[in-house]
């Protein structure tokens, strides 16, 4: 799911966030999810770069985080938030390994 292949130009800091909301585990395949889950999954990636998109951050992506007013850290759900309380069920958010990327996940929400 971390691959630029699969689900190209979206950035890997939307991609935490958007499995999240799709309750996906970042090492999940395509190739595994049912068609509810897939659906999930593209809803996610619409909300998650339409906020984005109000926010002026998506344009930005390159030098994300200097800009001020944007979609700041404050917007996501589970990325960057390693330790925090997950927003849906209060597990702490994990950091976890996926190929040659990490990824931020609720282990509760987000099970392989
Ligand atoms: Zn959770």
Do not use: W
């Amino acid at each position: 799911m971390m691959n630029q292949k699969n689900v190209s130009g979206i950035g890997n800091m939307y991609m935490h966030d958007i499995l999240f909301k799709a309750r996906l585990h970042p090492q999940k395949k395509i190739s595994n999810m049912d068609g509810d889950q897939i659906k999930l999954l593209y809803a996610s990636i619409t909300d998650i770069l339409n906020l984005s998109r109000q926010k002026g951050g998506f344009a930005y992506e390159g030098d994300f985080f200097g800009q001020k007013g944007g979609y700041t850290r404050d917007y996501f759900l589970v990325g960057y938030k390693e330790n925090q309380p997950c927003p849906v069920c209060g597990e702490a958010i994990e950091l976890i390994k996926t190929g040659s990327t990490s990824s931020f996940i609720c282990p509760a929400c987000q099970k392989l």
